[in-house]
């Protein structure tokens, strides 16, 4: 996985202050964050391999999201620590579970990723993009493409201000929530049905649908769950939907419907816990695909 690395604080308040208004913190947590160490994390979690690349800071919250990753079983190796503040984002969390998201980007502008050794990235099967600086996701799409890796990408709210449409064009697999389809994707490439990439459109609670550049298409309902904090939901997802294809043992024929459920189930367990990572397991995923 590469992109971001975050350390979150979570603030759940009684509901979101309006410009004037005040609003009372209820409880507040720590825990690292960042779509594409979220993602990792969900990885490591389903027992796939994963490392991440991305920048800390030189600061006490480095020292916390690195030892958070490693706890979680990622690969840290090519973490790279720059000069300088670790990204803090702080997510206010009403009793609704909606949110708002106010932050630095810290360490994760250094990102750059040209450390990383061709022989690093050909040791993977699979690369991981969140939302980056634009040349640094295309060149390690490109990268990695040459290197024969499977890539997907993530491109996350920064869509509506950012061109990423290099990385688009050279991703296997799309994840984008139903904003980011209806819109950023159809003004900068047209319909989307004319992606030429497997792209898989997340609904929140009503679950998601893939579509393929065959015309074949499949969706999968949400898991219903008491949502109270959505943050990371869609990192879970894009985590348990990467594992499924990567256990897919009928690769001419990718199962999407499997994919999907597992997806499904990784992103309603992450909407019914606080924070942006979850305790996932493929014993969870198991037990939420089995109570259907
Ligand atoms: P993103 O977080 O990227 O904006 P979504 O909000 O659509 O994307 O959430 C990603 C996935 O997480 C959904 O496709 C669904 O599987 C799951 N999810 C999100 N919100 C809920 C919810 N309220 N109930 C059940 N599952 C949810």
Known sequence: CAGHVNWDVTL???????????????????????????????????????????????DENGHLARRALSEAGVDCAPLVTVEGET????????????????????????????????????AADHLHLTSQDPETAASLAARASEAGLSVSFDPGRRIHARNYAETLSLADLVFLNKREATTAIEEHFGPIEDLARVIAIKHGGDGAEVLTPDGEYANHDGFPVDAVDTTGAGDAF???????????????????????????????????????RTDLSWERVESTLADR
């Open 87 to 122: 990204a803090v984002k702080y997510l206010v969390v009403d009793t609704d579970g909606e949110l708002m998201v106010l932050g630095n980007d810290g360490a994760n502008e250094s990102f750059d990723a040209t450390d990383l050794s061709d022989d690093a990235l050909a």
């Open 238 to 276: 894009a985590g348990g939907f990467i594992a499924s294809m990567l256990d897919d043992e009928t690769p001419t024929r990718p199962d999407y419907e499997r994919a999907l459920a597992v997806a499904n189930a990784c992103g309603a367990l992450a909407a019914s816990e606080c924070g942006a």
């Open 12 to 58: 759940r308040v009684d509901h979101l202050p309006a410009a004037d208004g005040e609003a009372s913190i209820t409880e507040q947590q720590q825990s690292g964050g960042g779509s594409a160490s979220n993602v990792a994390c969900a990885l490591a979690a389903l027992d796939v391999p994963t490392a991440l690349l991305g920048s800390v800071g030189t």
